[in-house]
């Protein structure tokens, strides 16, 4: 289950008013069951995946994936799987950790670990909120956000796309007032 934060420390964890807040934002969220394949529970309880591993998953997945194909235009998807044995992984991150914007939607279906999307809202507010296993979010194009992982260092998330050259970060210089993000 997500869960929001808010500036003044105030946790939300109703999905009603979480949905309520994101709504102003046109930030979608949804629950997607990975299902019940042992197969596929088995992988995703592993820290880390081969490409063939990789595309079992996917596959499994993909009827989420000819879902967004057709009502939406999505041409391509793919796995991430990050943890904290990755070599250089904060550099990884760091590009995200910064506000930014996209030219596209940035699309994401958490299925393992779970990994925190900060906003900026339309009064200058900020808001984090954590996506948990089996949530979808559906950040808009040019919505100043920022993206960073929980204590744990660790996700496996389907990107969706409609293609990647969209994907590129804007950076807007804006400062984050959240303190969990600690730049080091």
């Given at each position: 289950?997500?869960?929001?934060?808010?500036?003044?420390?105030?946790?939300?964890?109703?999905?009603?008013?979480?949905?309520?807040?994101?709504a102003t934002l046109n930030v979608g969220l949804?629950?997607?069951?990975?299902?019940?394949?042992?197969?596929?529970?088995?992988?995703?309880?592993?820290?880390?995946?081969?490409?063939?591993?990789?595309?079992?998953?996917?596959?499994?997945?993909?009827?989420?994936?000819?879902?967004?194909?057709?009502?939406?235009?999505?041409?391509?998807?793919?796995?991430?799987?990050?943890?904290?044995?990755?070599?250089?992984?904060?550099?990884?991150?760091?590009?995200?950790?910064?506000?930014?914007?996209?030219?596209?939607?940035?699309?994401?279906?958490?299925?393992?670990?779970?990994?925190?999307?900060?906003?900026?809202?339309?009064?200058?507010?900020?808001?984090?909120?954590?996506?948990?296993?089996?949530?979808?979010?559906?950040?808009?194009?040019?919505?100043?956000?920022?993206?960073?992982l929980t204590e744990s260092k660790?996700?496996?998330?389907?990107?969706?796309?409609?293609?990647?050259?969209?994907?590129?970060?804007?950076?807007?210089?804006?400062?984050?007032?959240?303190?969990?993000?600690?730049?080091?």
């Open positions: 289950m997500a869960i929001l934060r808010l500036e003044d420390g105030t946790t939300i964890t109703s999905s009603e008013e979480i949905s309520q807040r994101l949804k629950t997607w069951p990975v299902g019940d394949n042992p197969r596929i529970h088995q992988l995703l309880n592993r820290p880390a995946l081969s490409d063939a591993e990789k595309e079992e998953v996917l596959g499994a997945l993909d009827d989420y994936f000819a879902d967004l194909k057709r009502e939406s235009g999505y041409q391509s998807r793919d796995l991430i799987v990050l943890h904290p044995d990755i070599p250089n992984l904060h550099t990884l991150l760091a590009k995200f950790e910064r506000c930014h914007t996209h030219a596209d939607d940035e699309v994401r279906y958490i299925v393992d670990g779970e990994g925190v999307f900060g906003f900026v809202c339309p009064d200058g507010s900020q808001i984090e909120l954590t996506v948990q296993p089996q949530e979808y979010i559906n950040v808009p194009a040019n919505l100043e956000h920022w993206f960073h660790r996700v496996k998330a389907v990107r969706y796309f409609t293609n990647t050259e969209g994907w590129t970060p804007e950076y807007t210089e804006t400062p984050i007032r959240f303190p969990s993000l600690v730049l080091s």
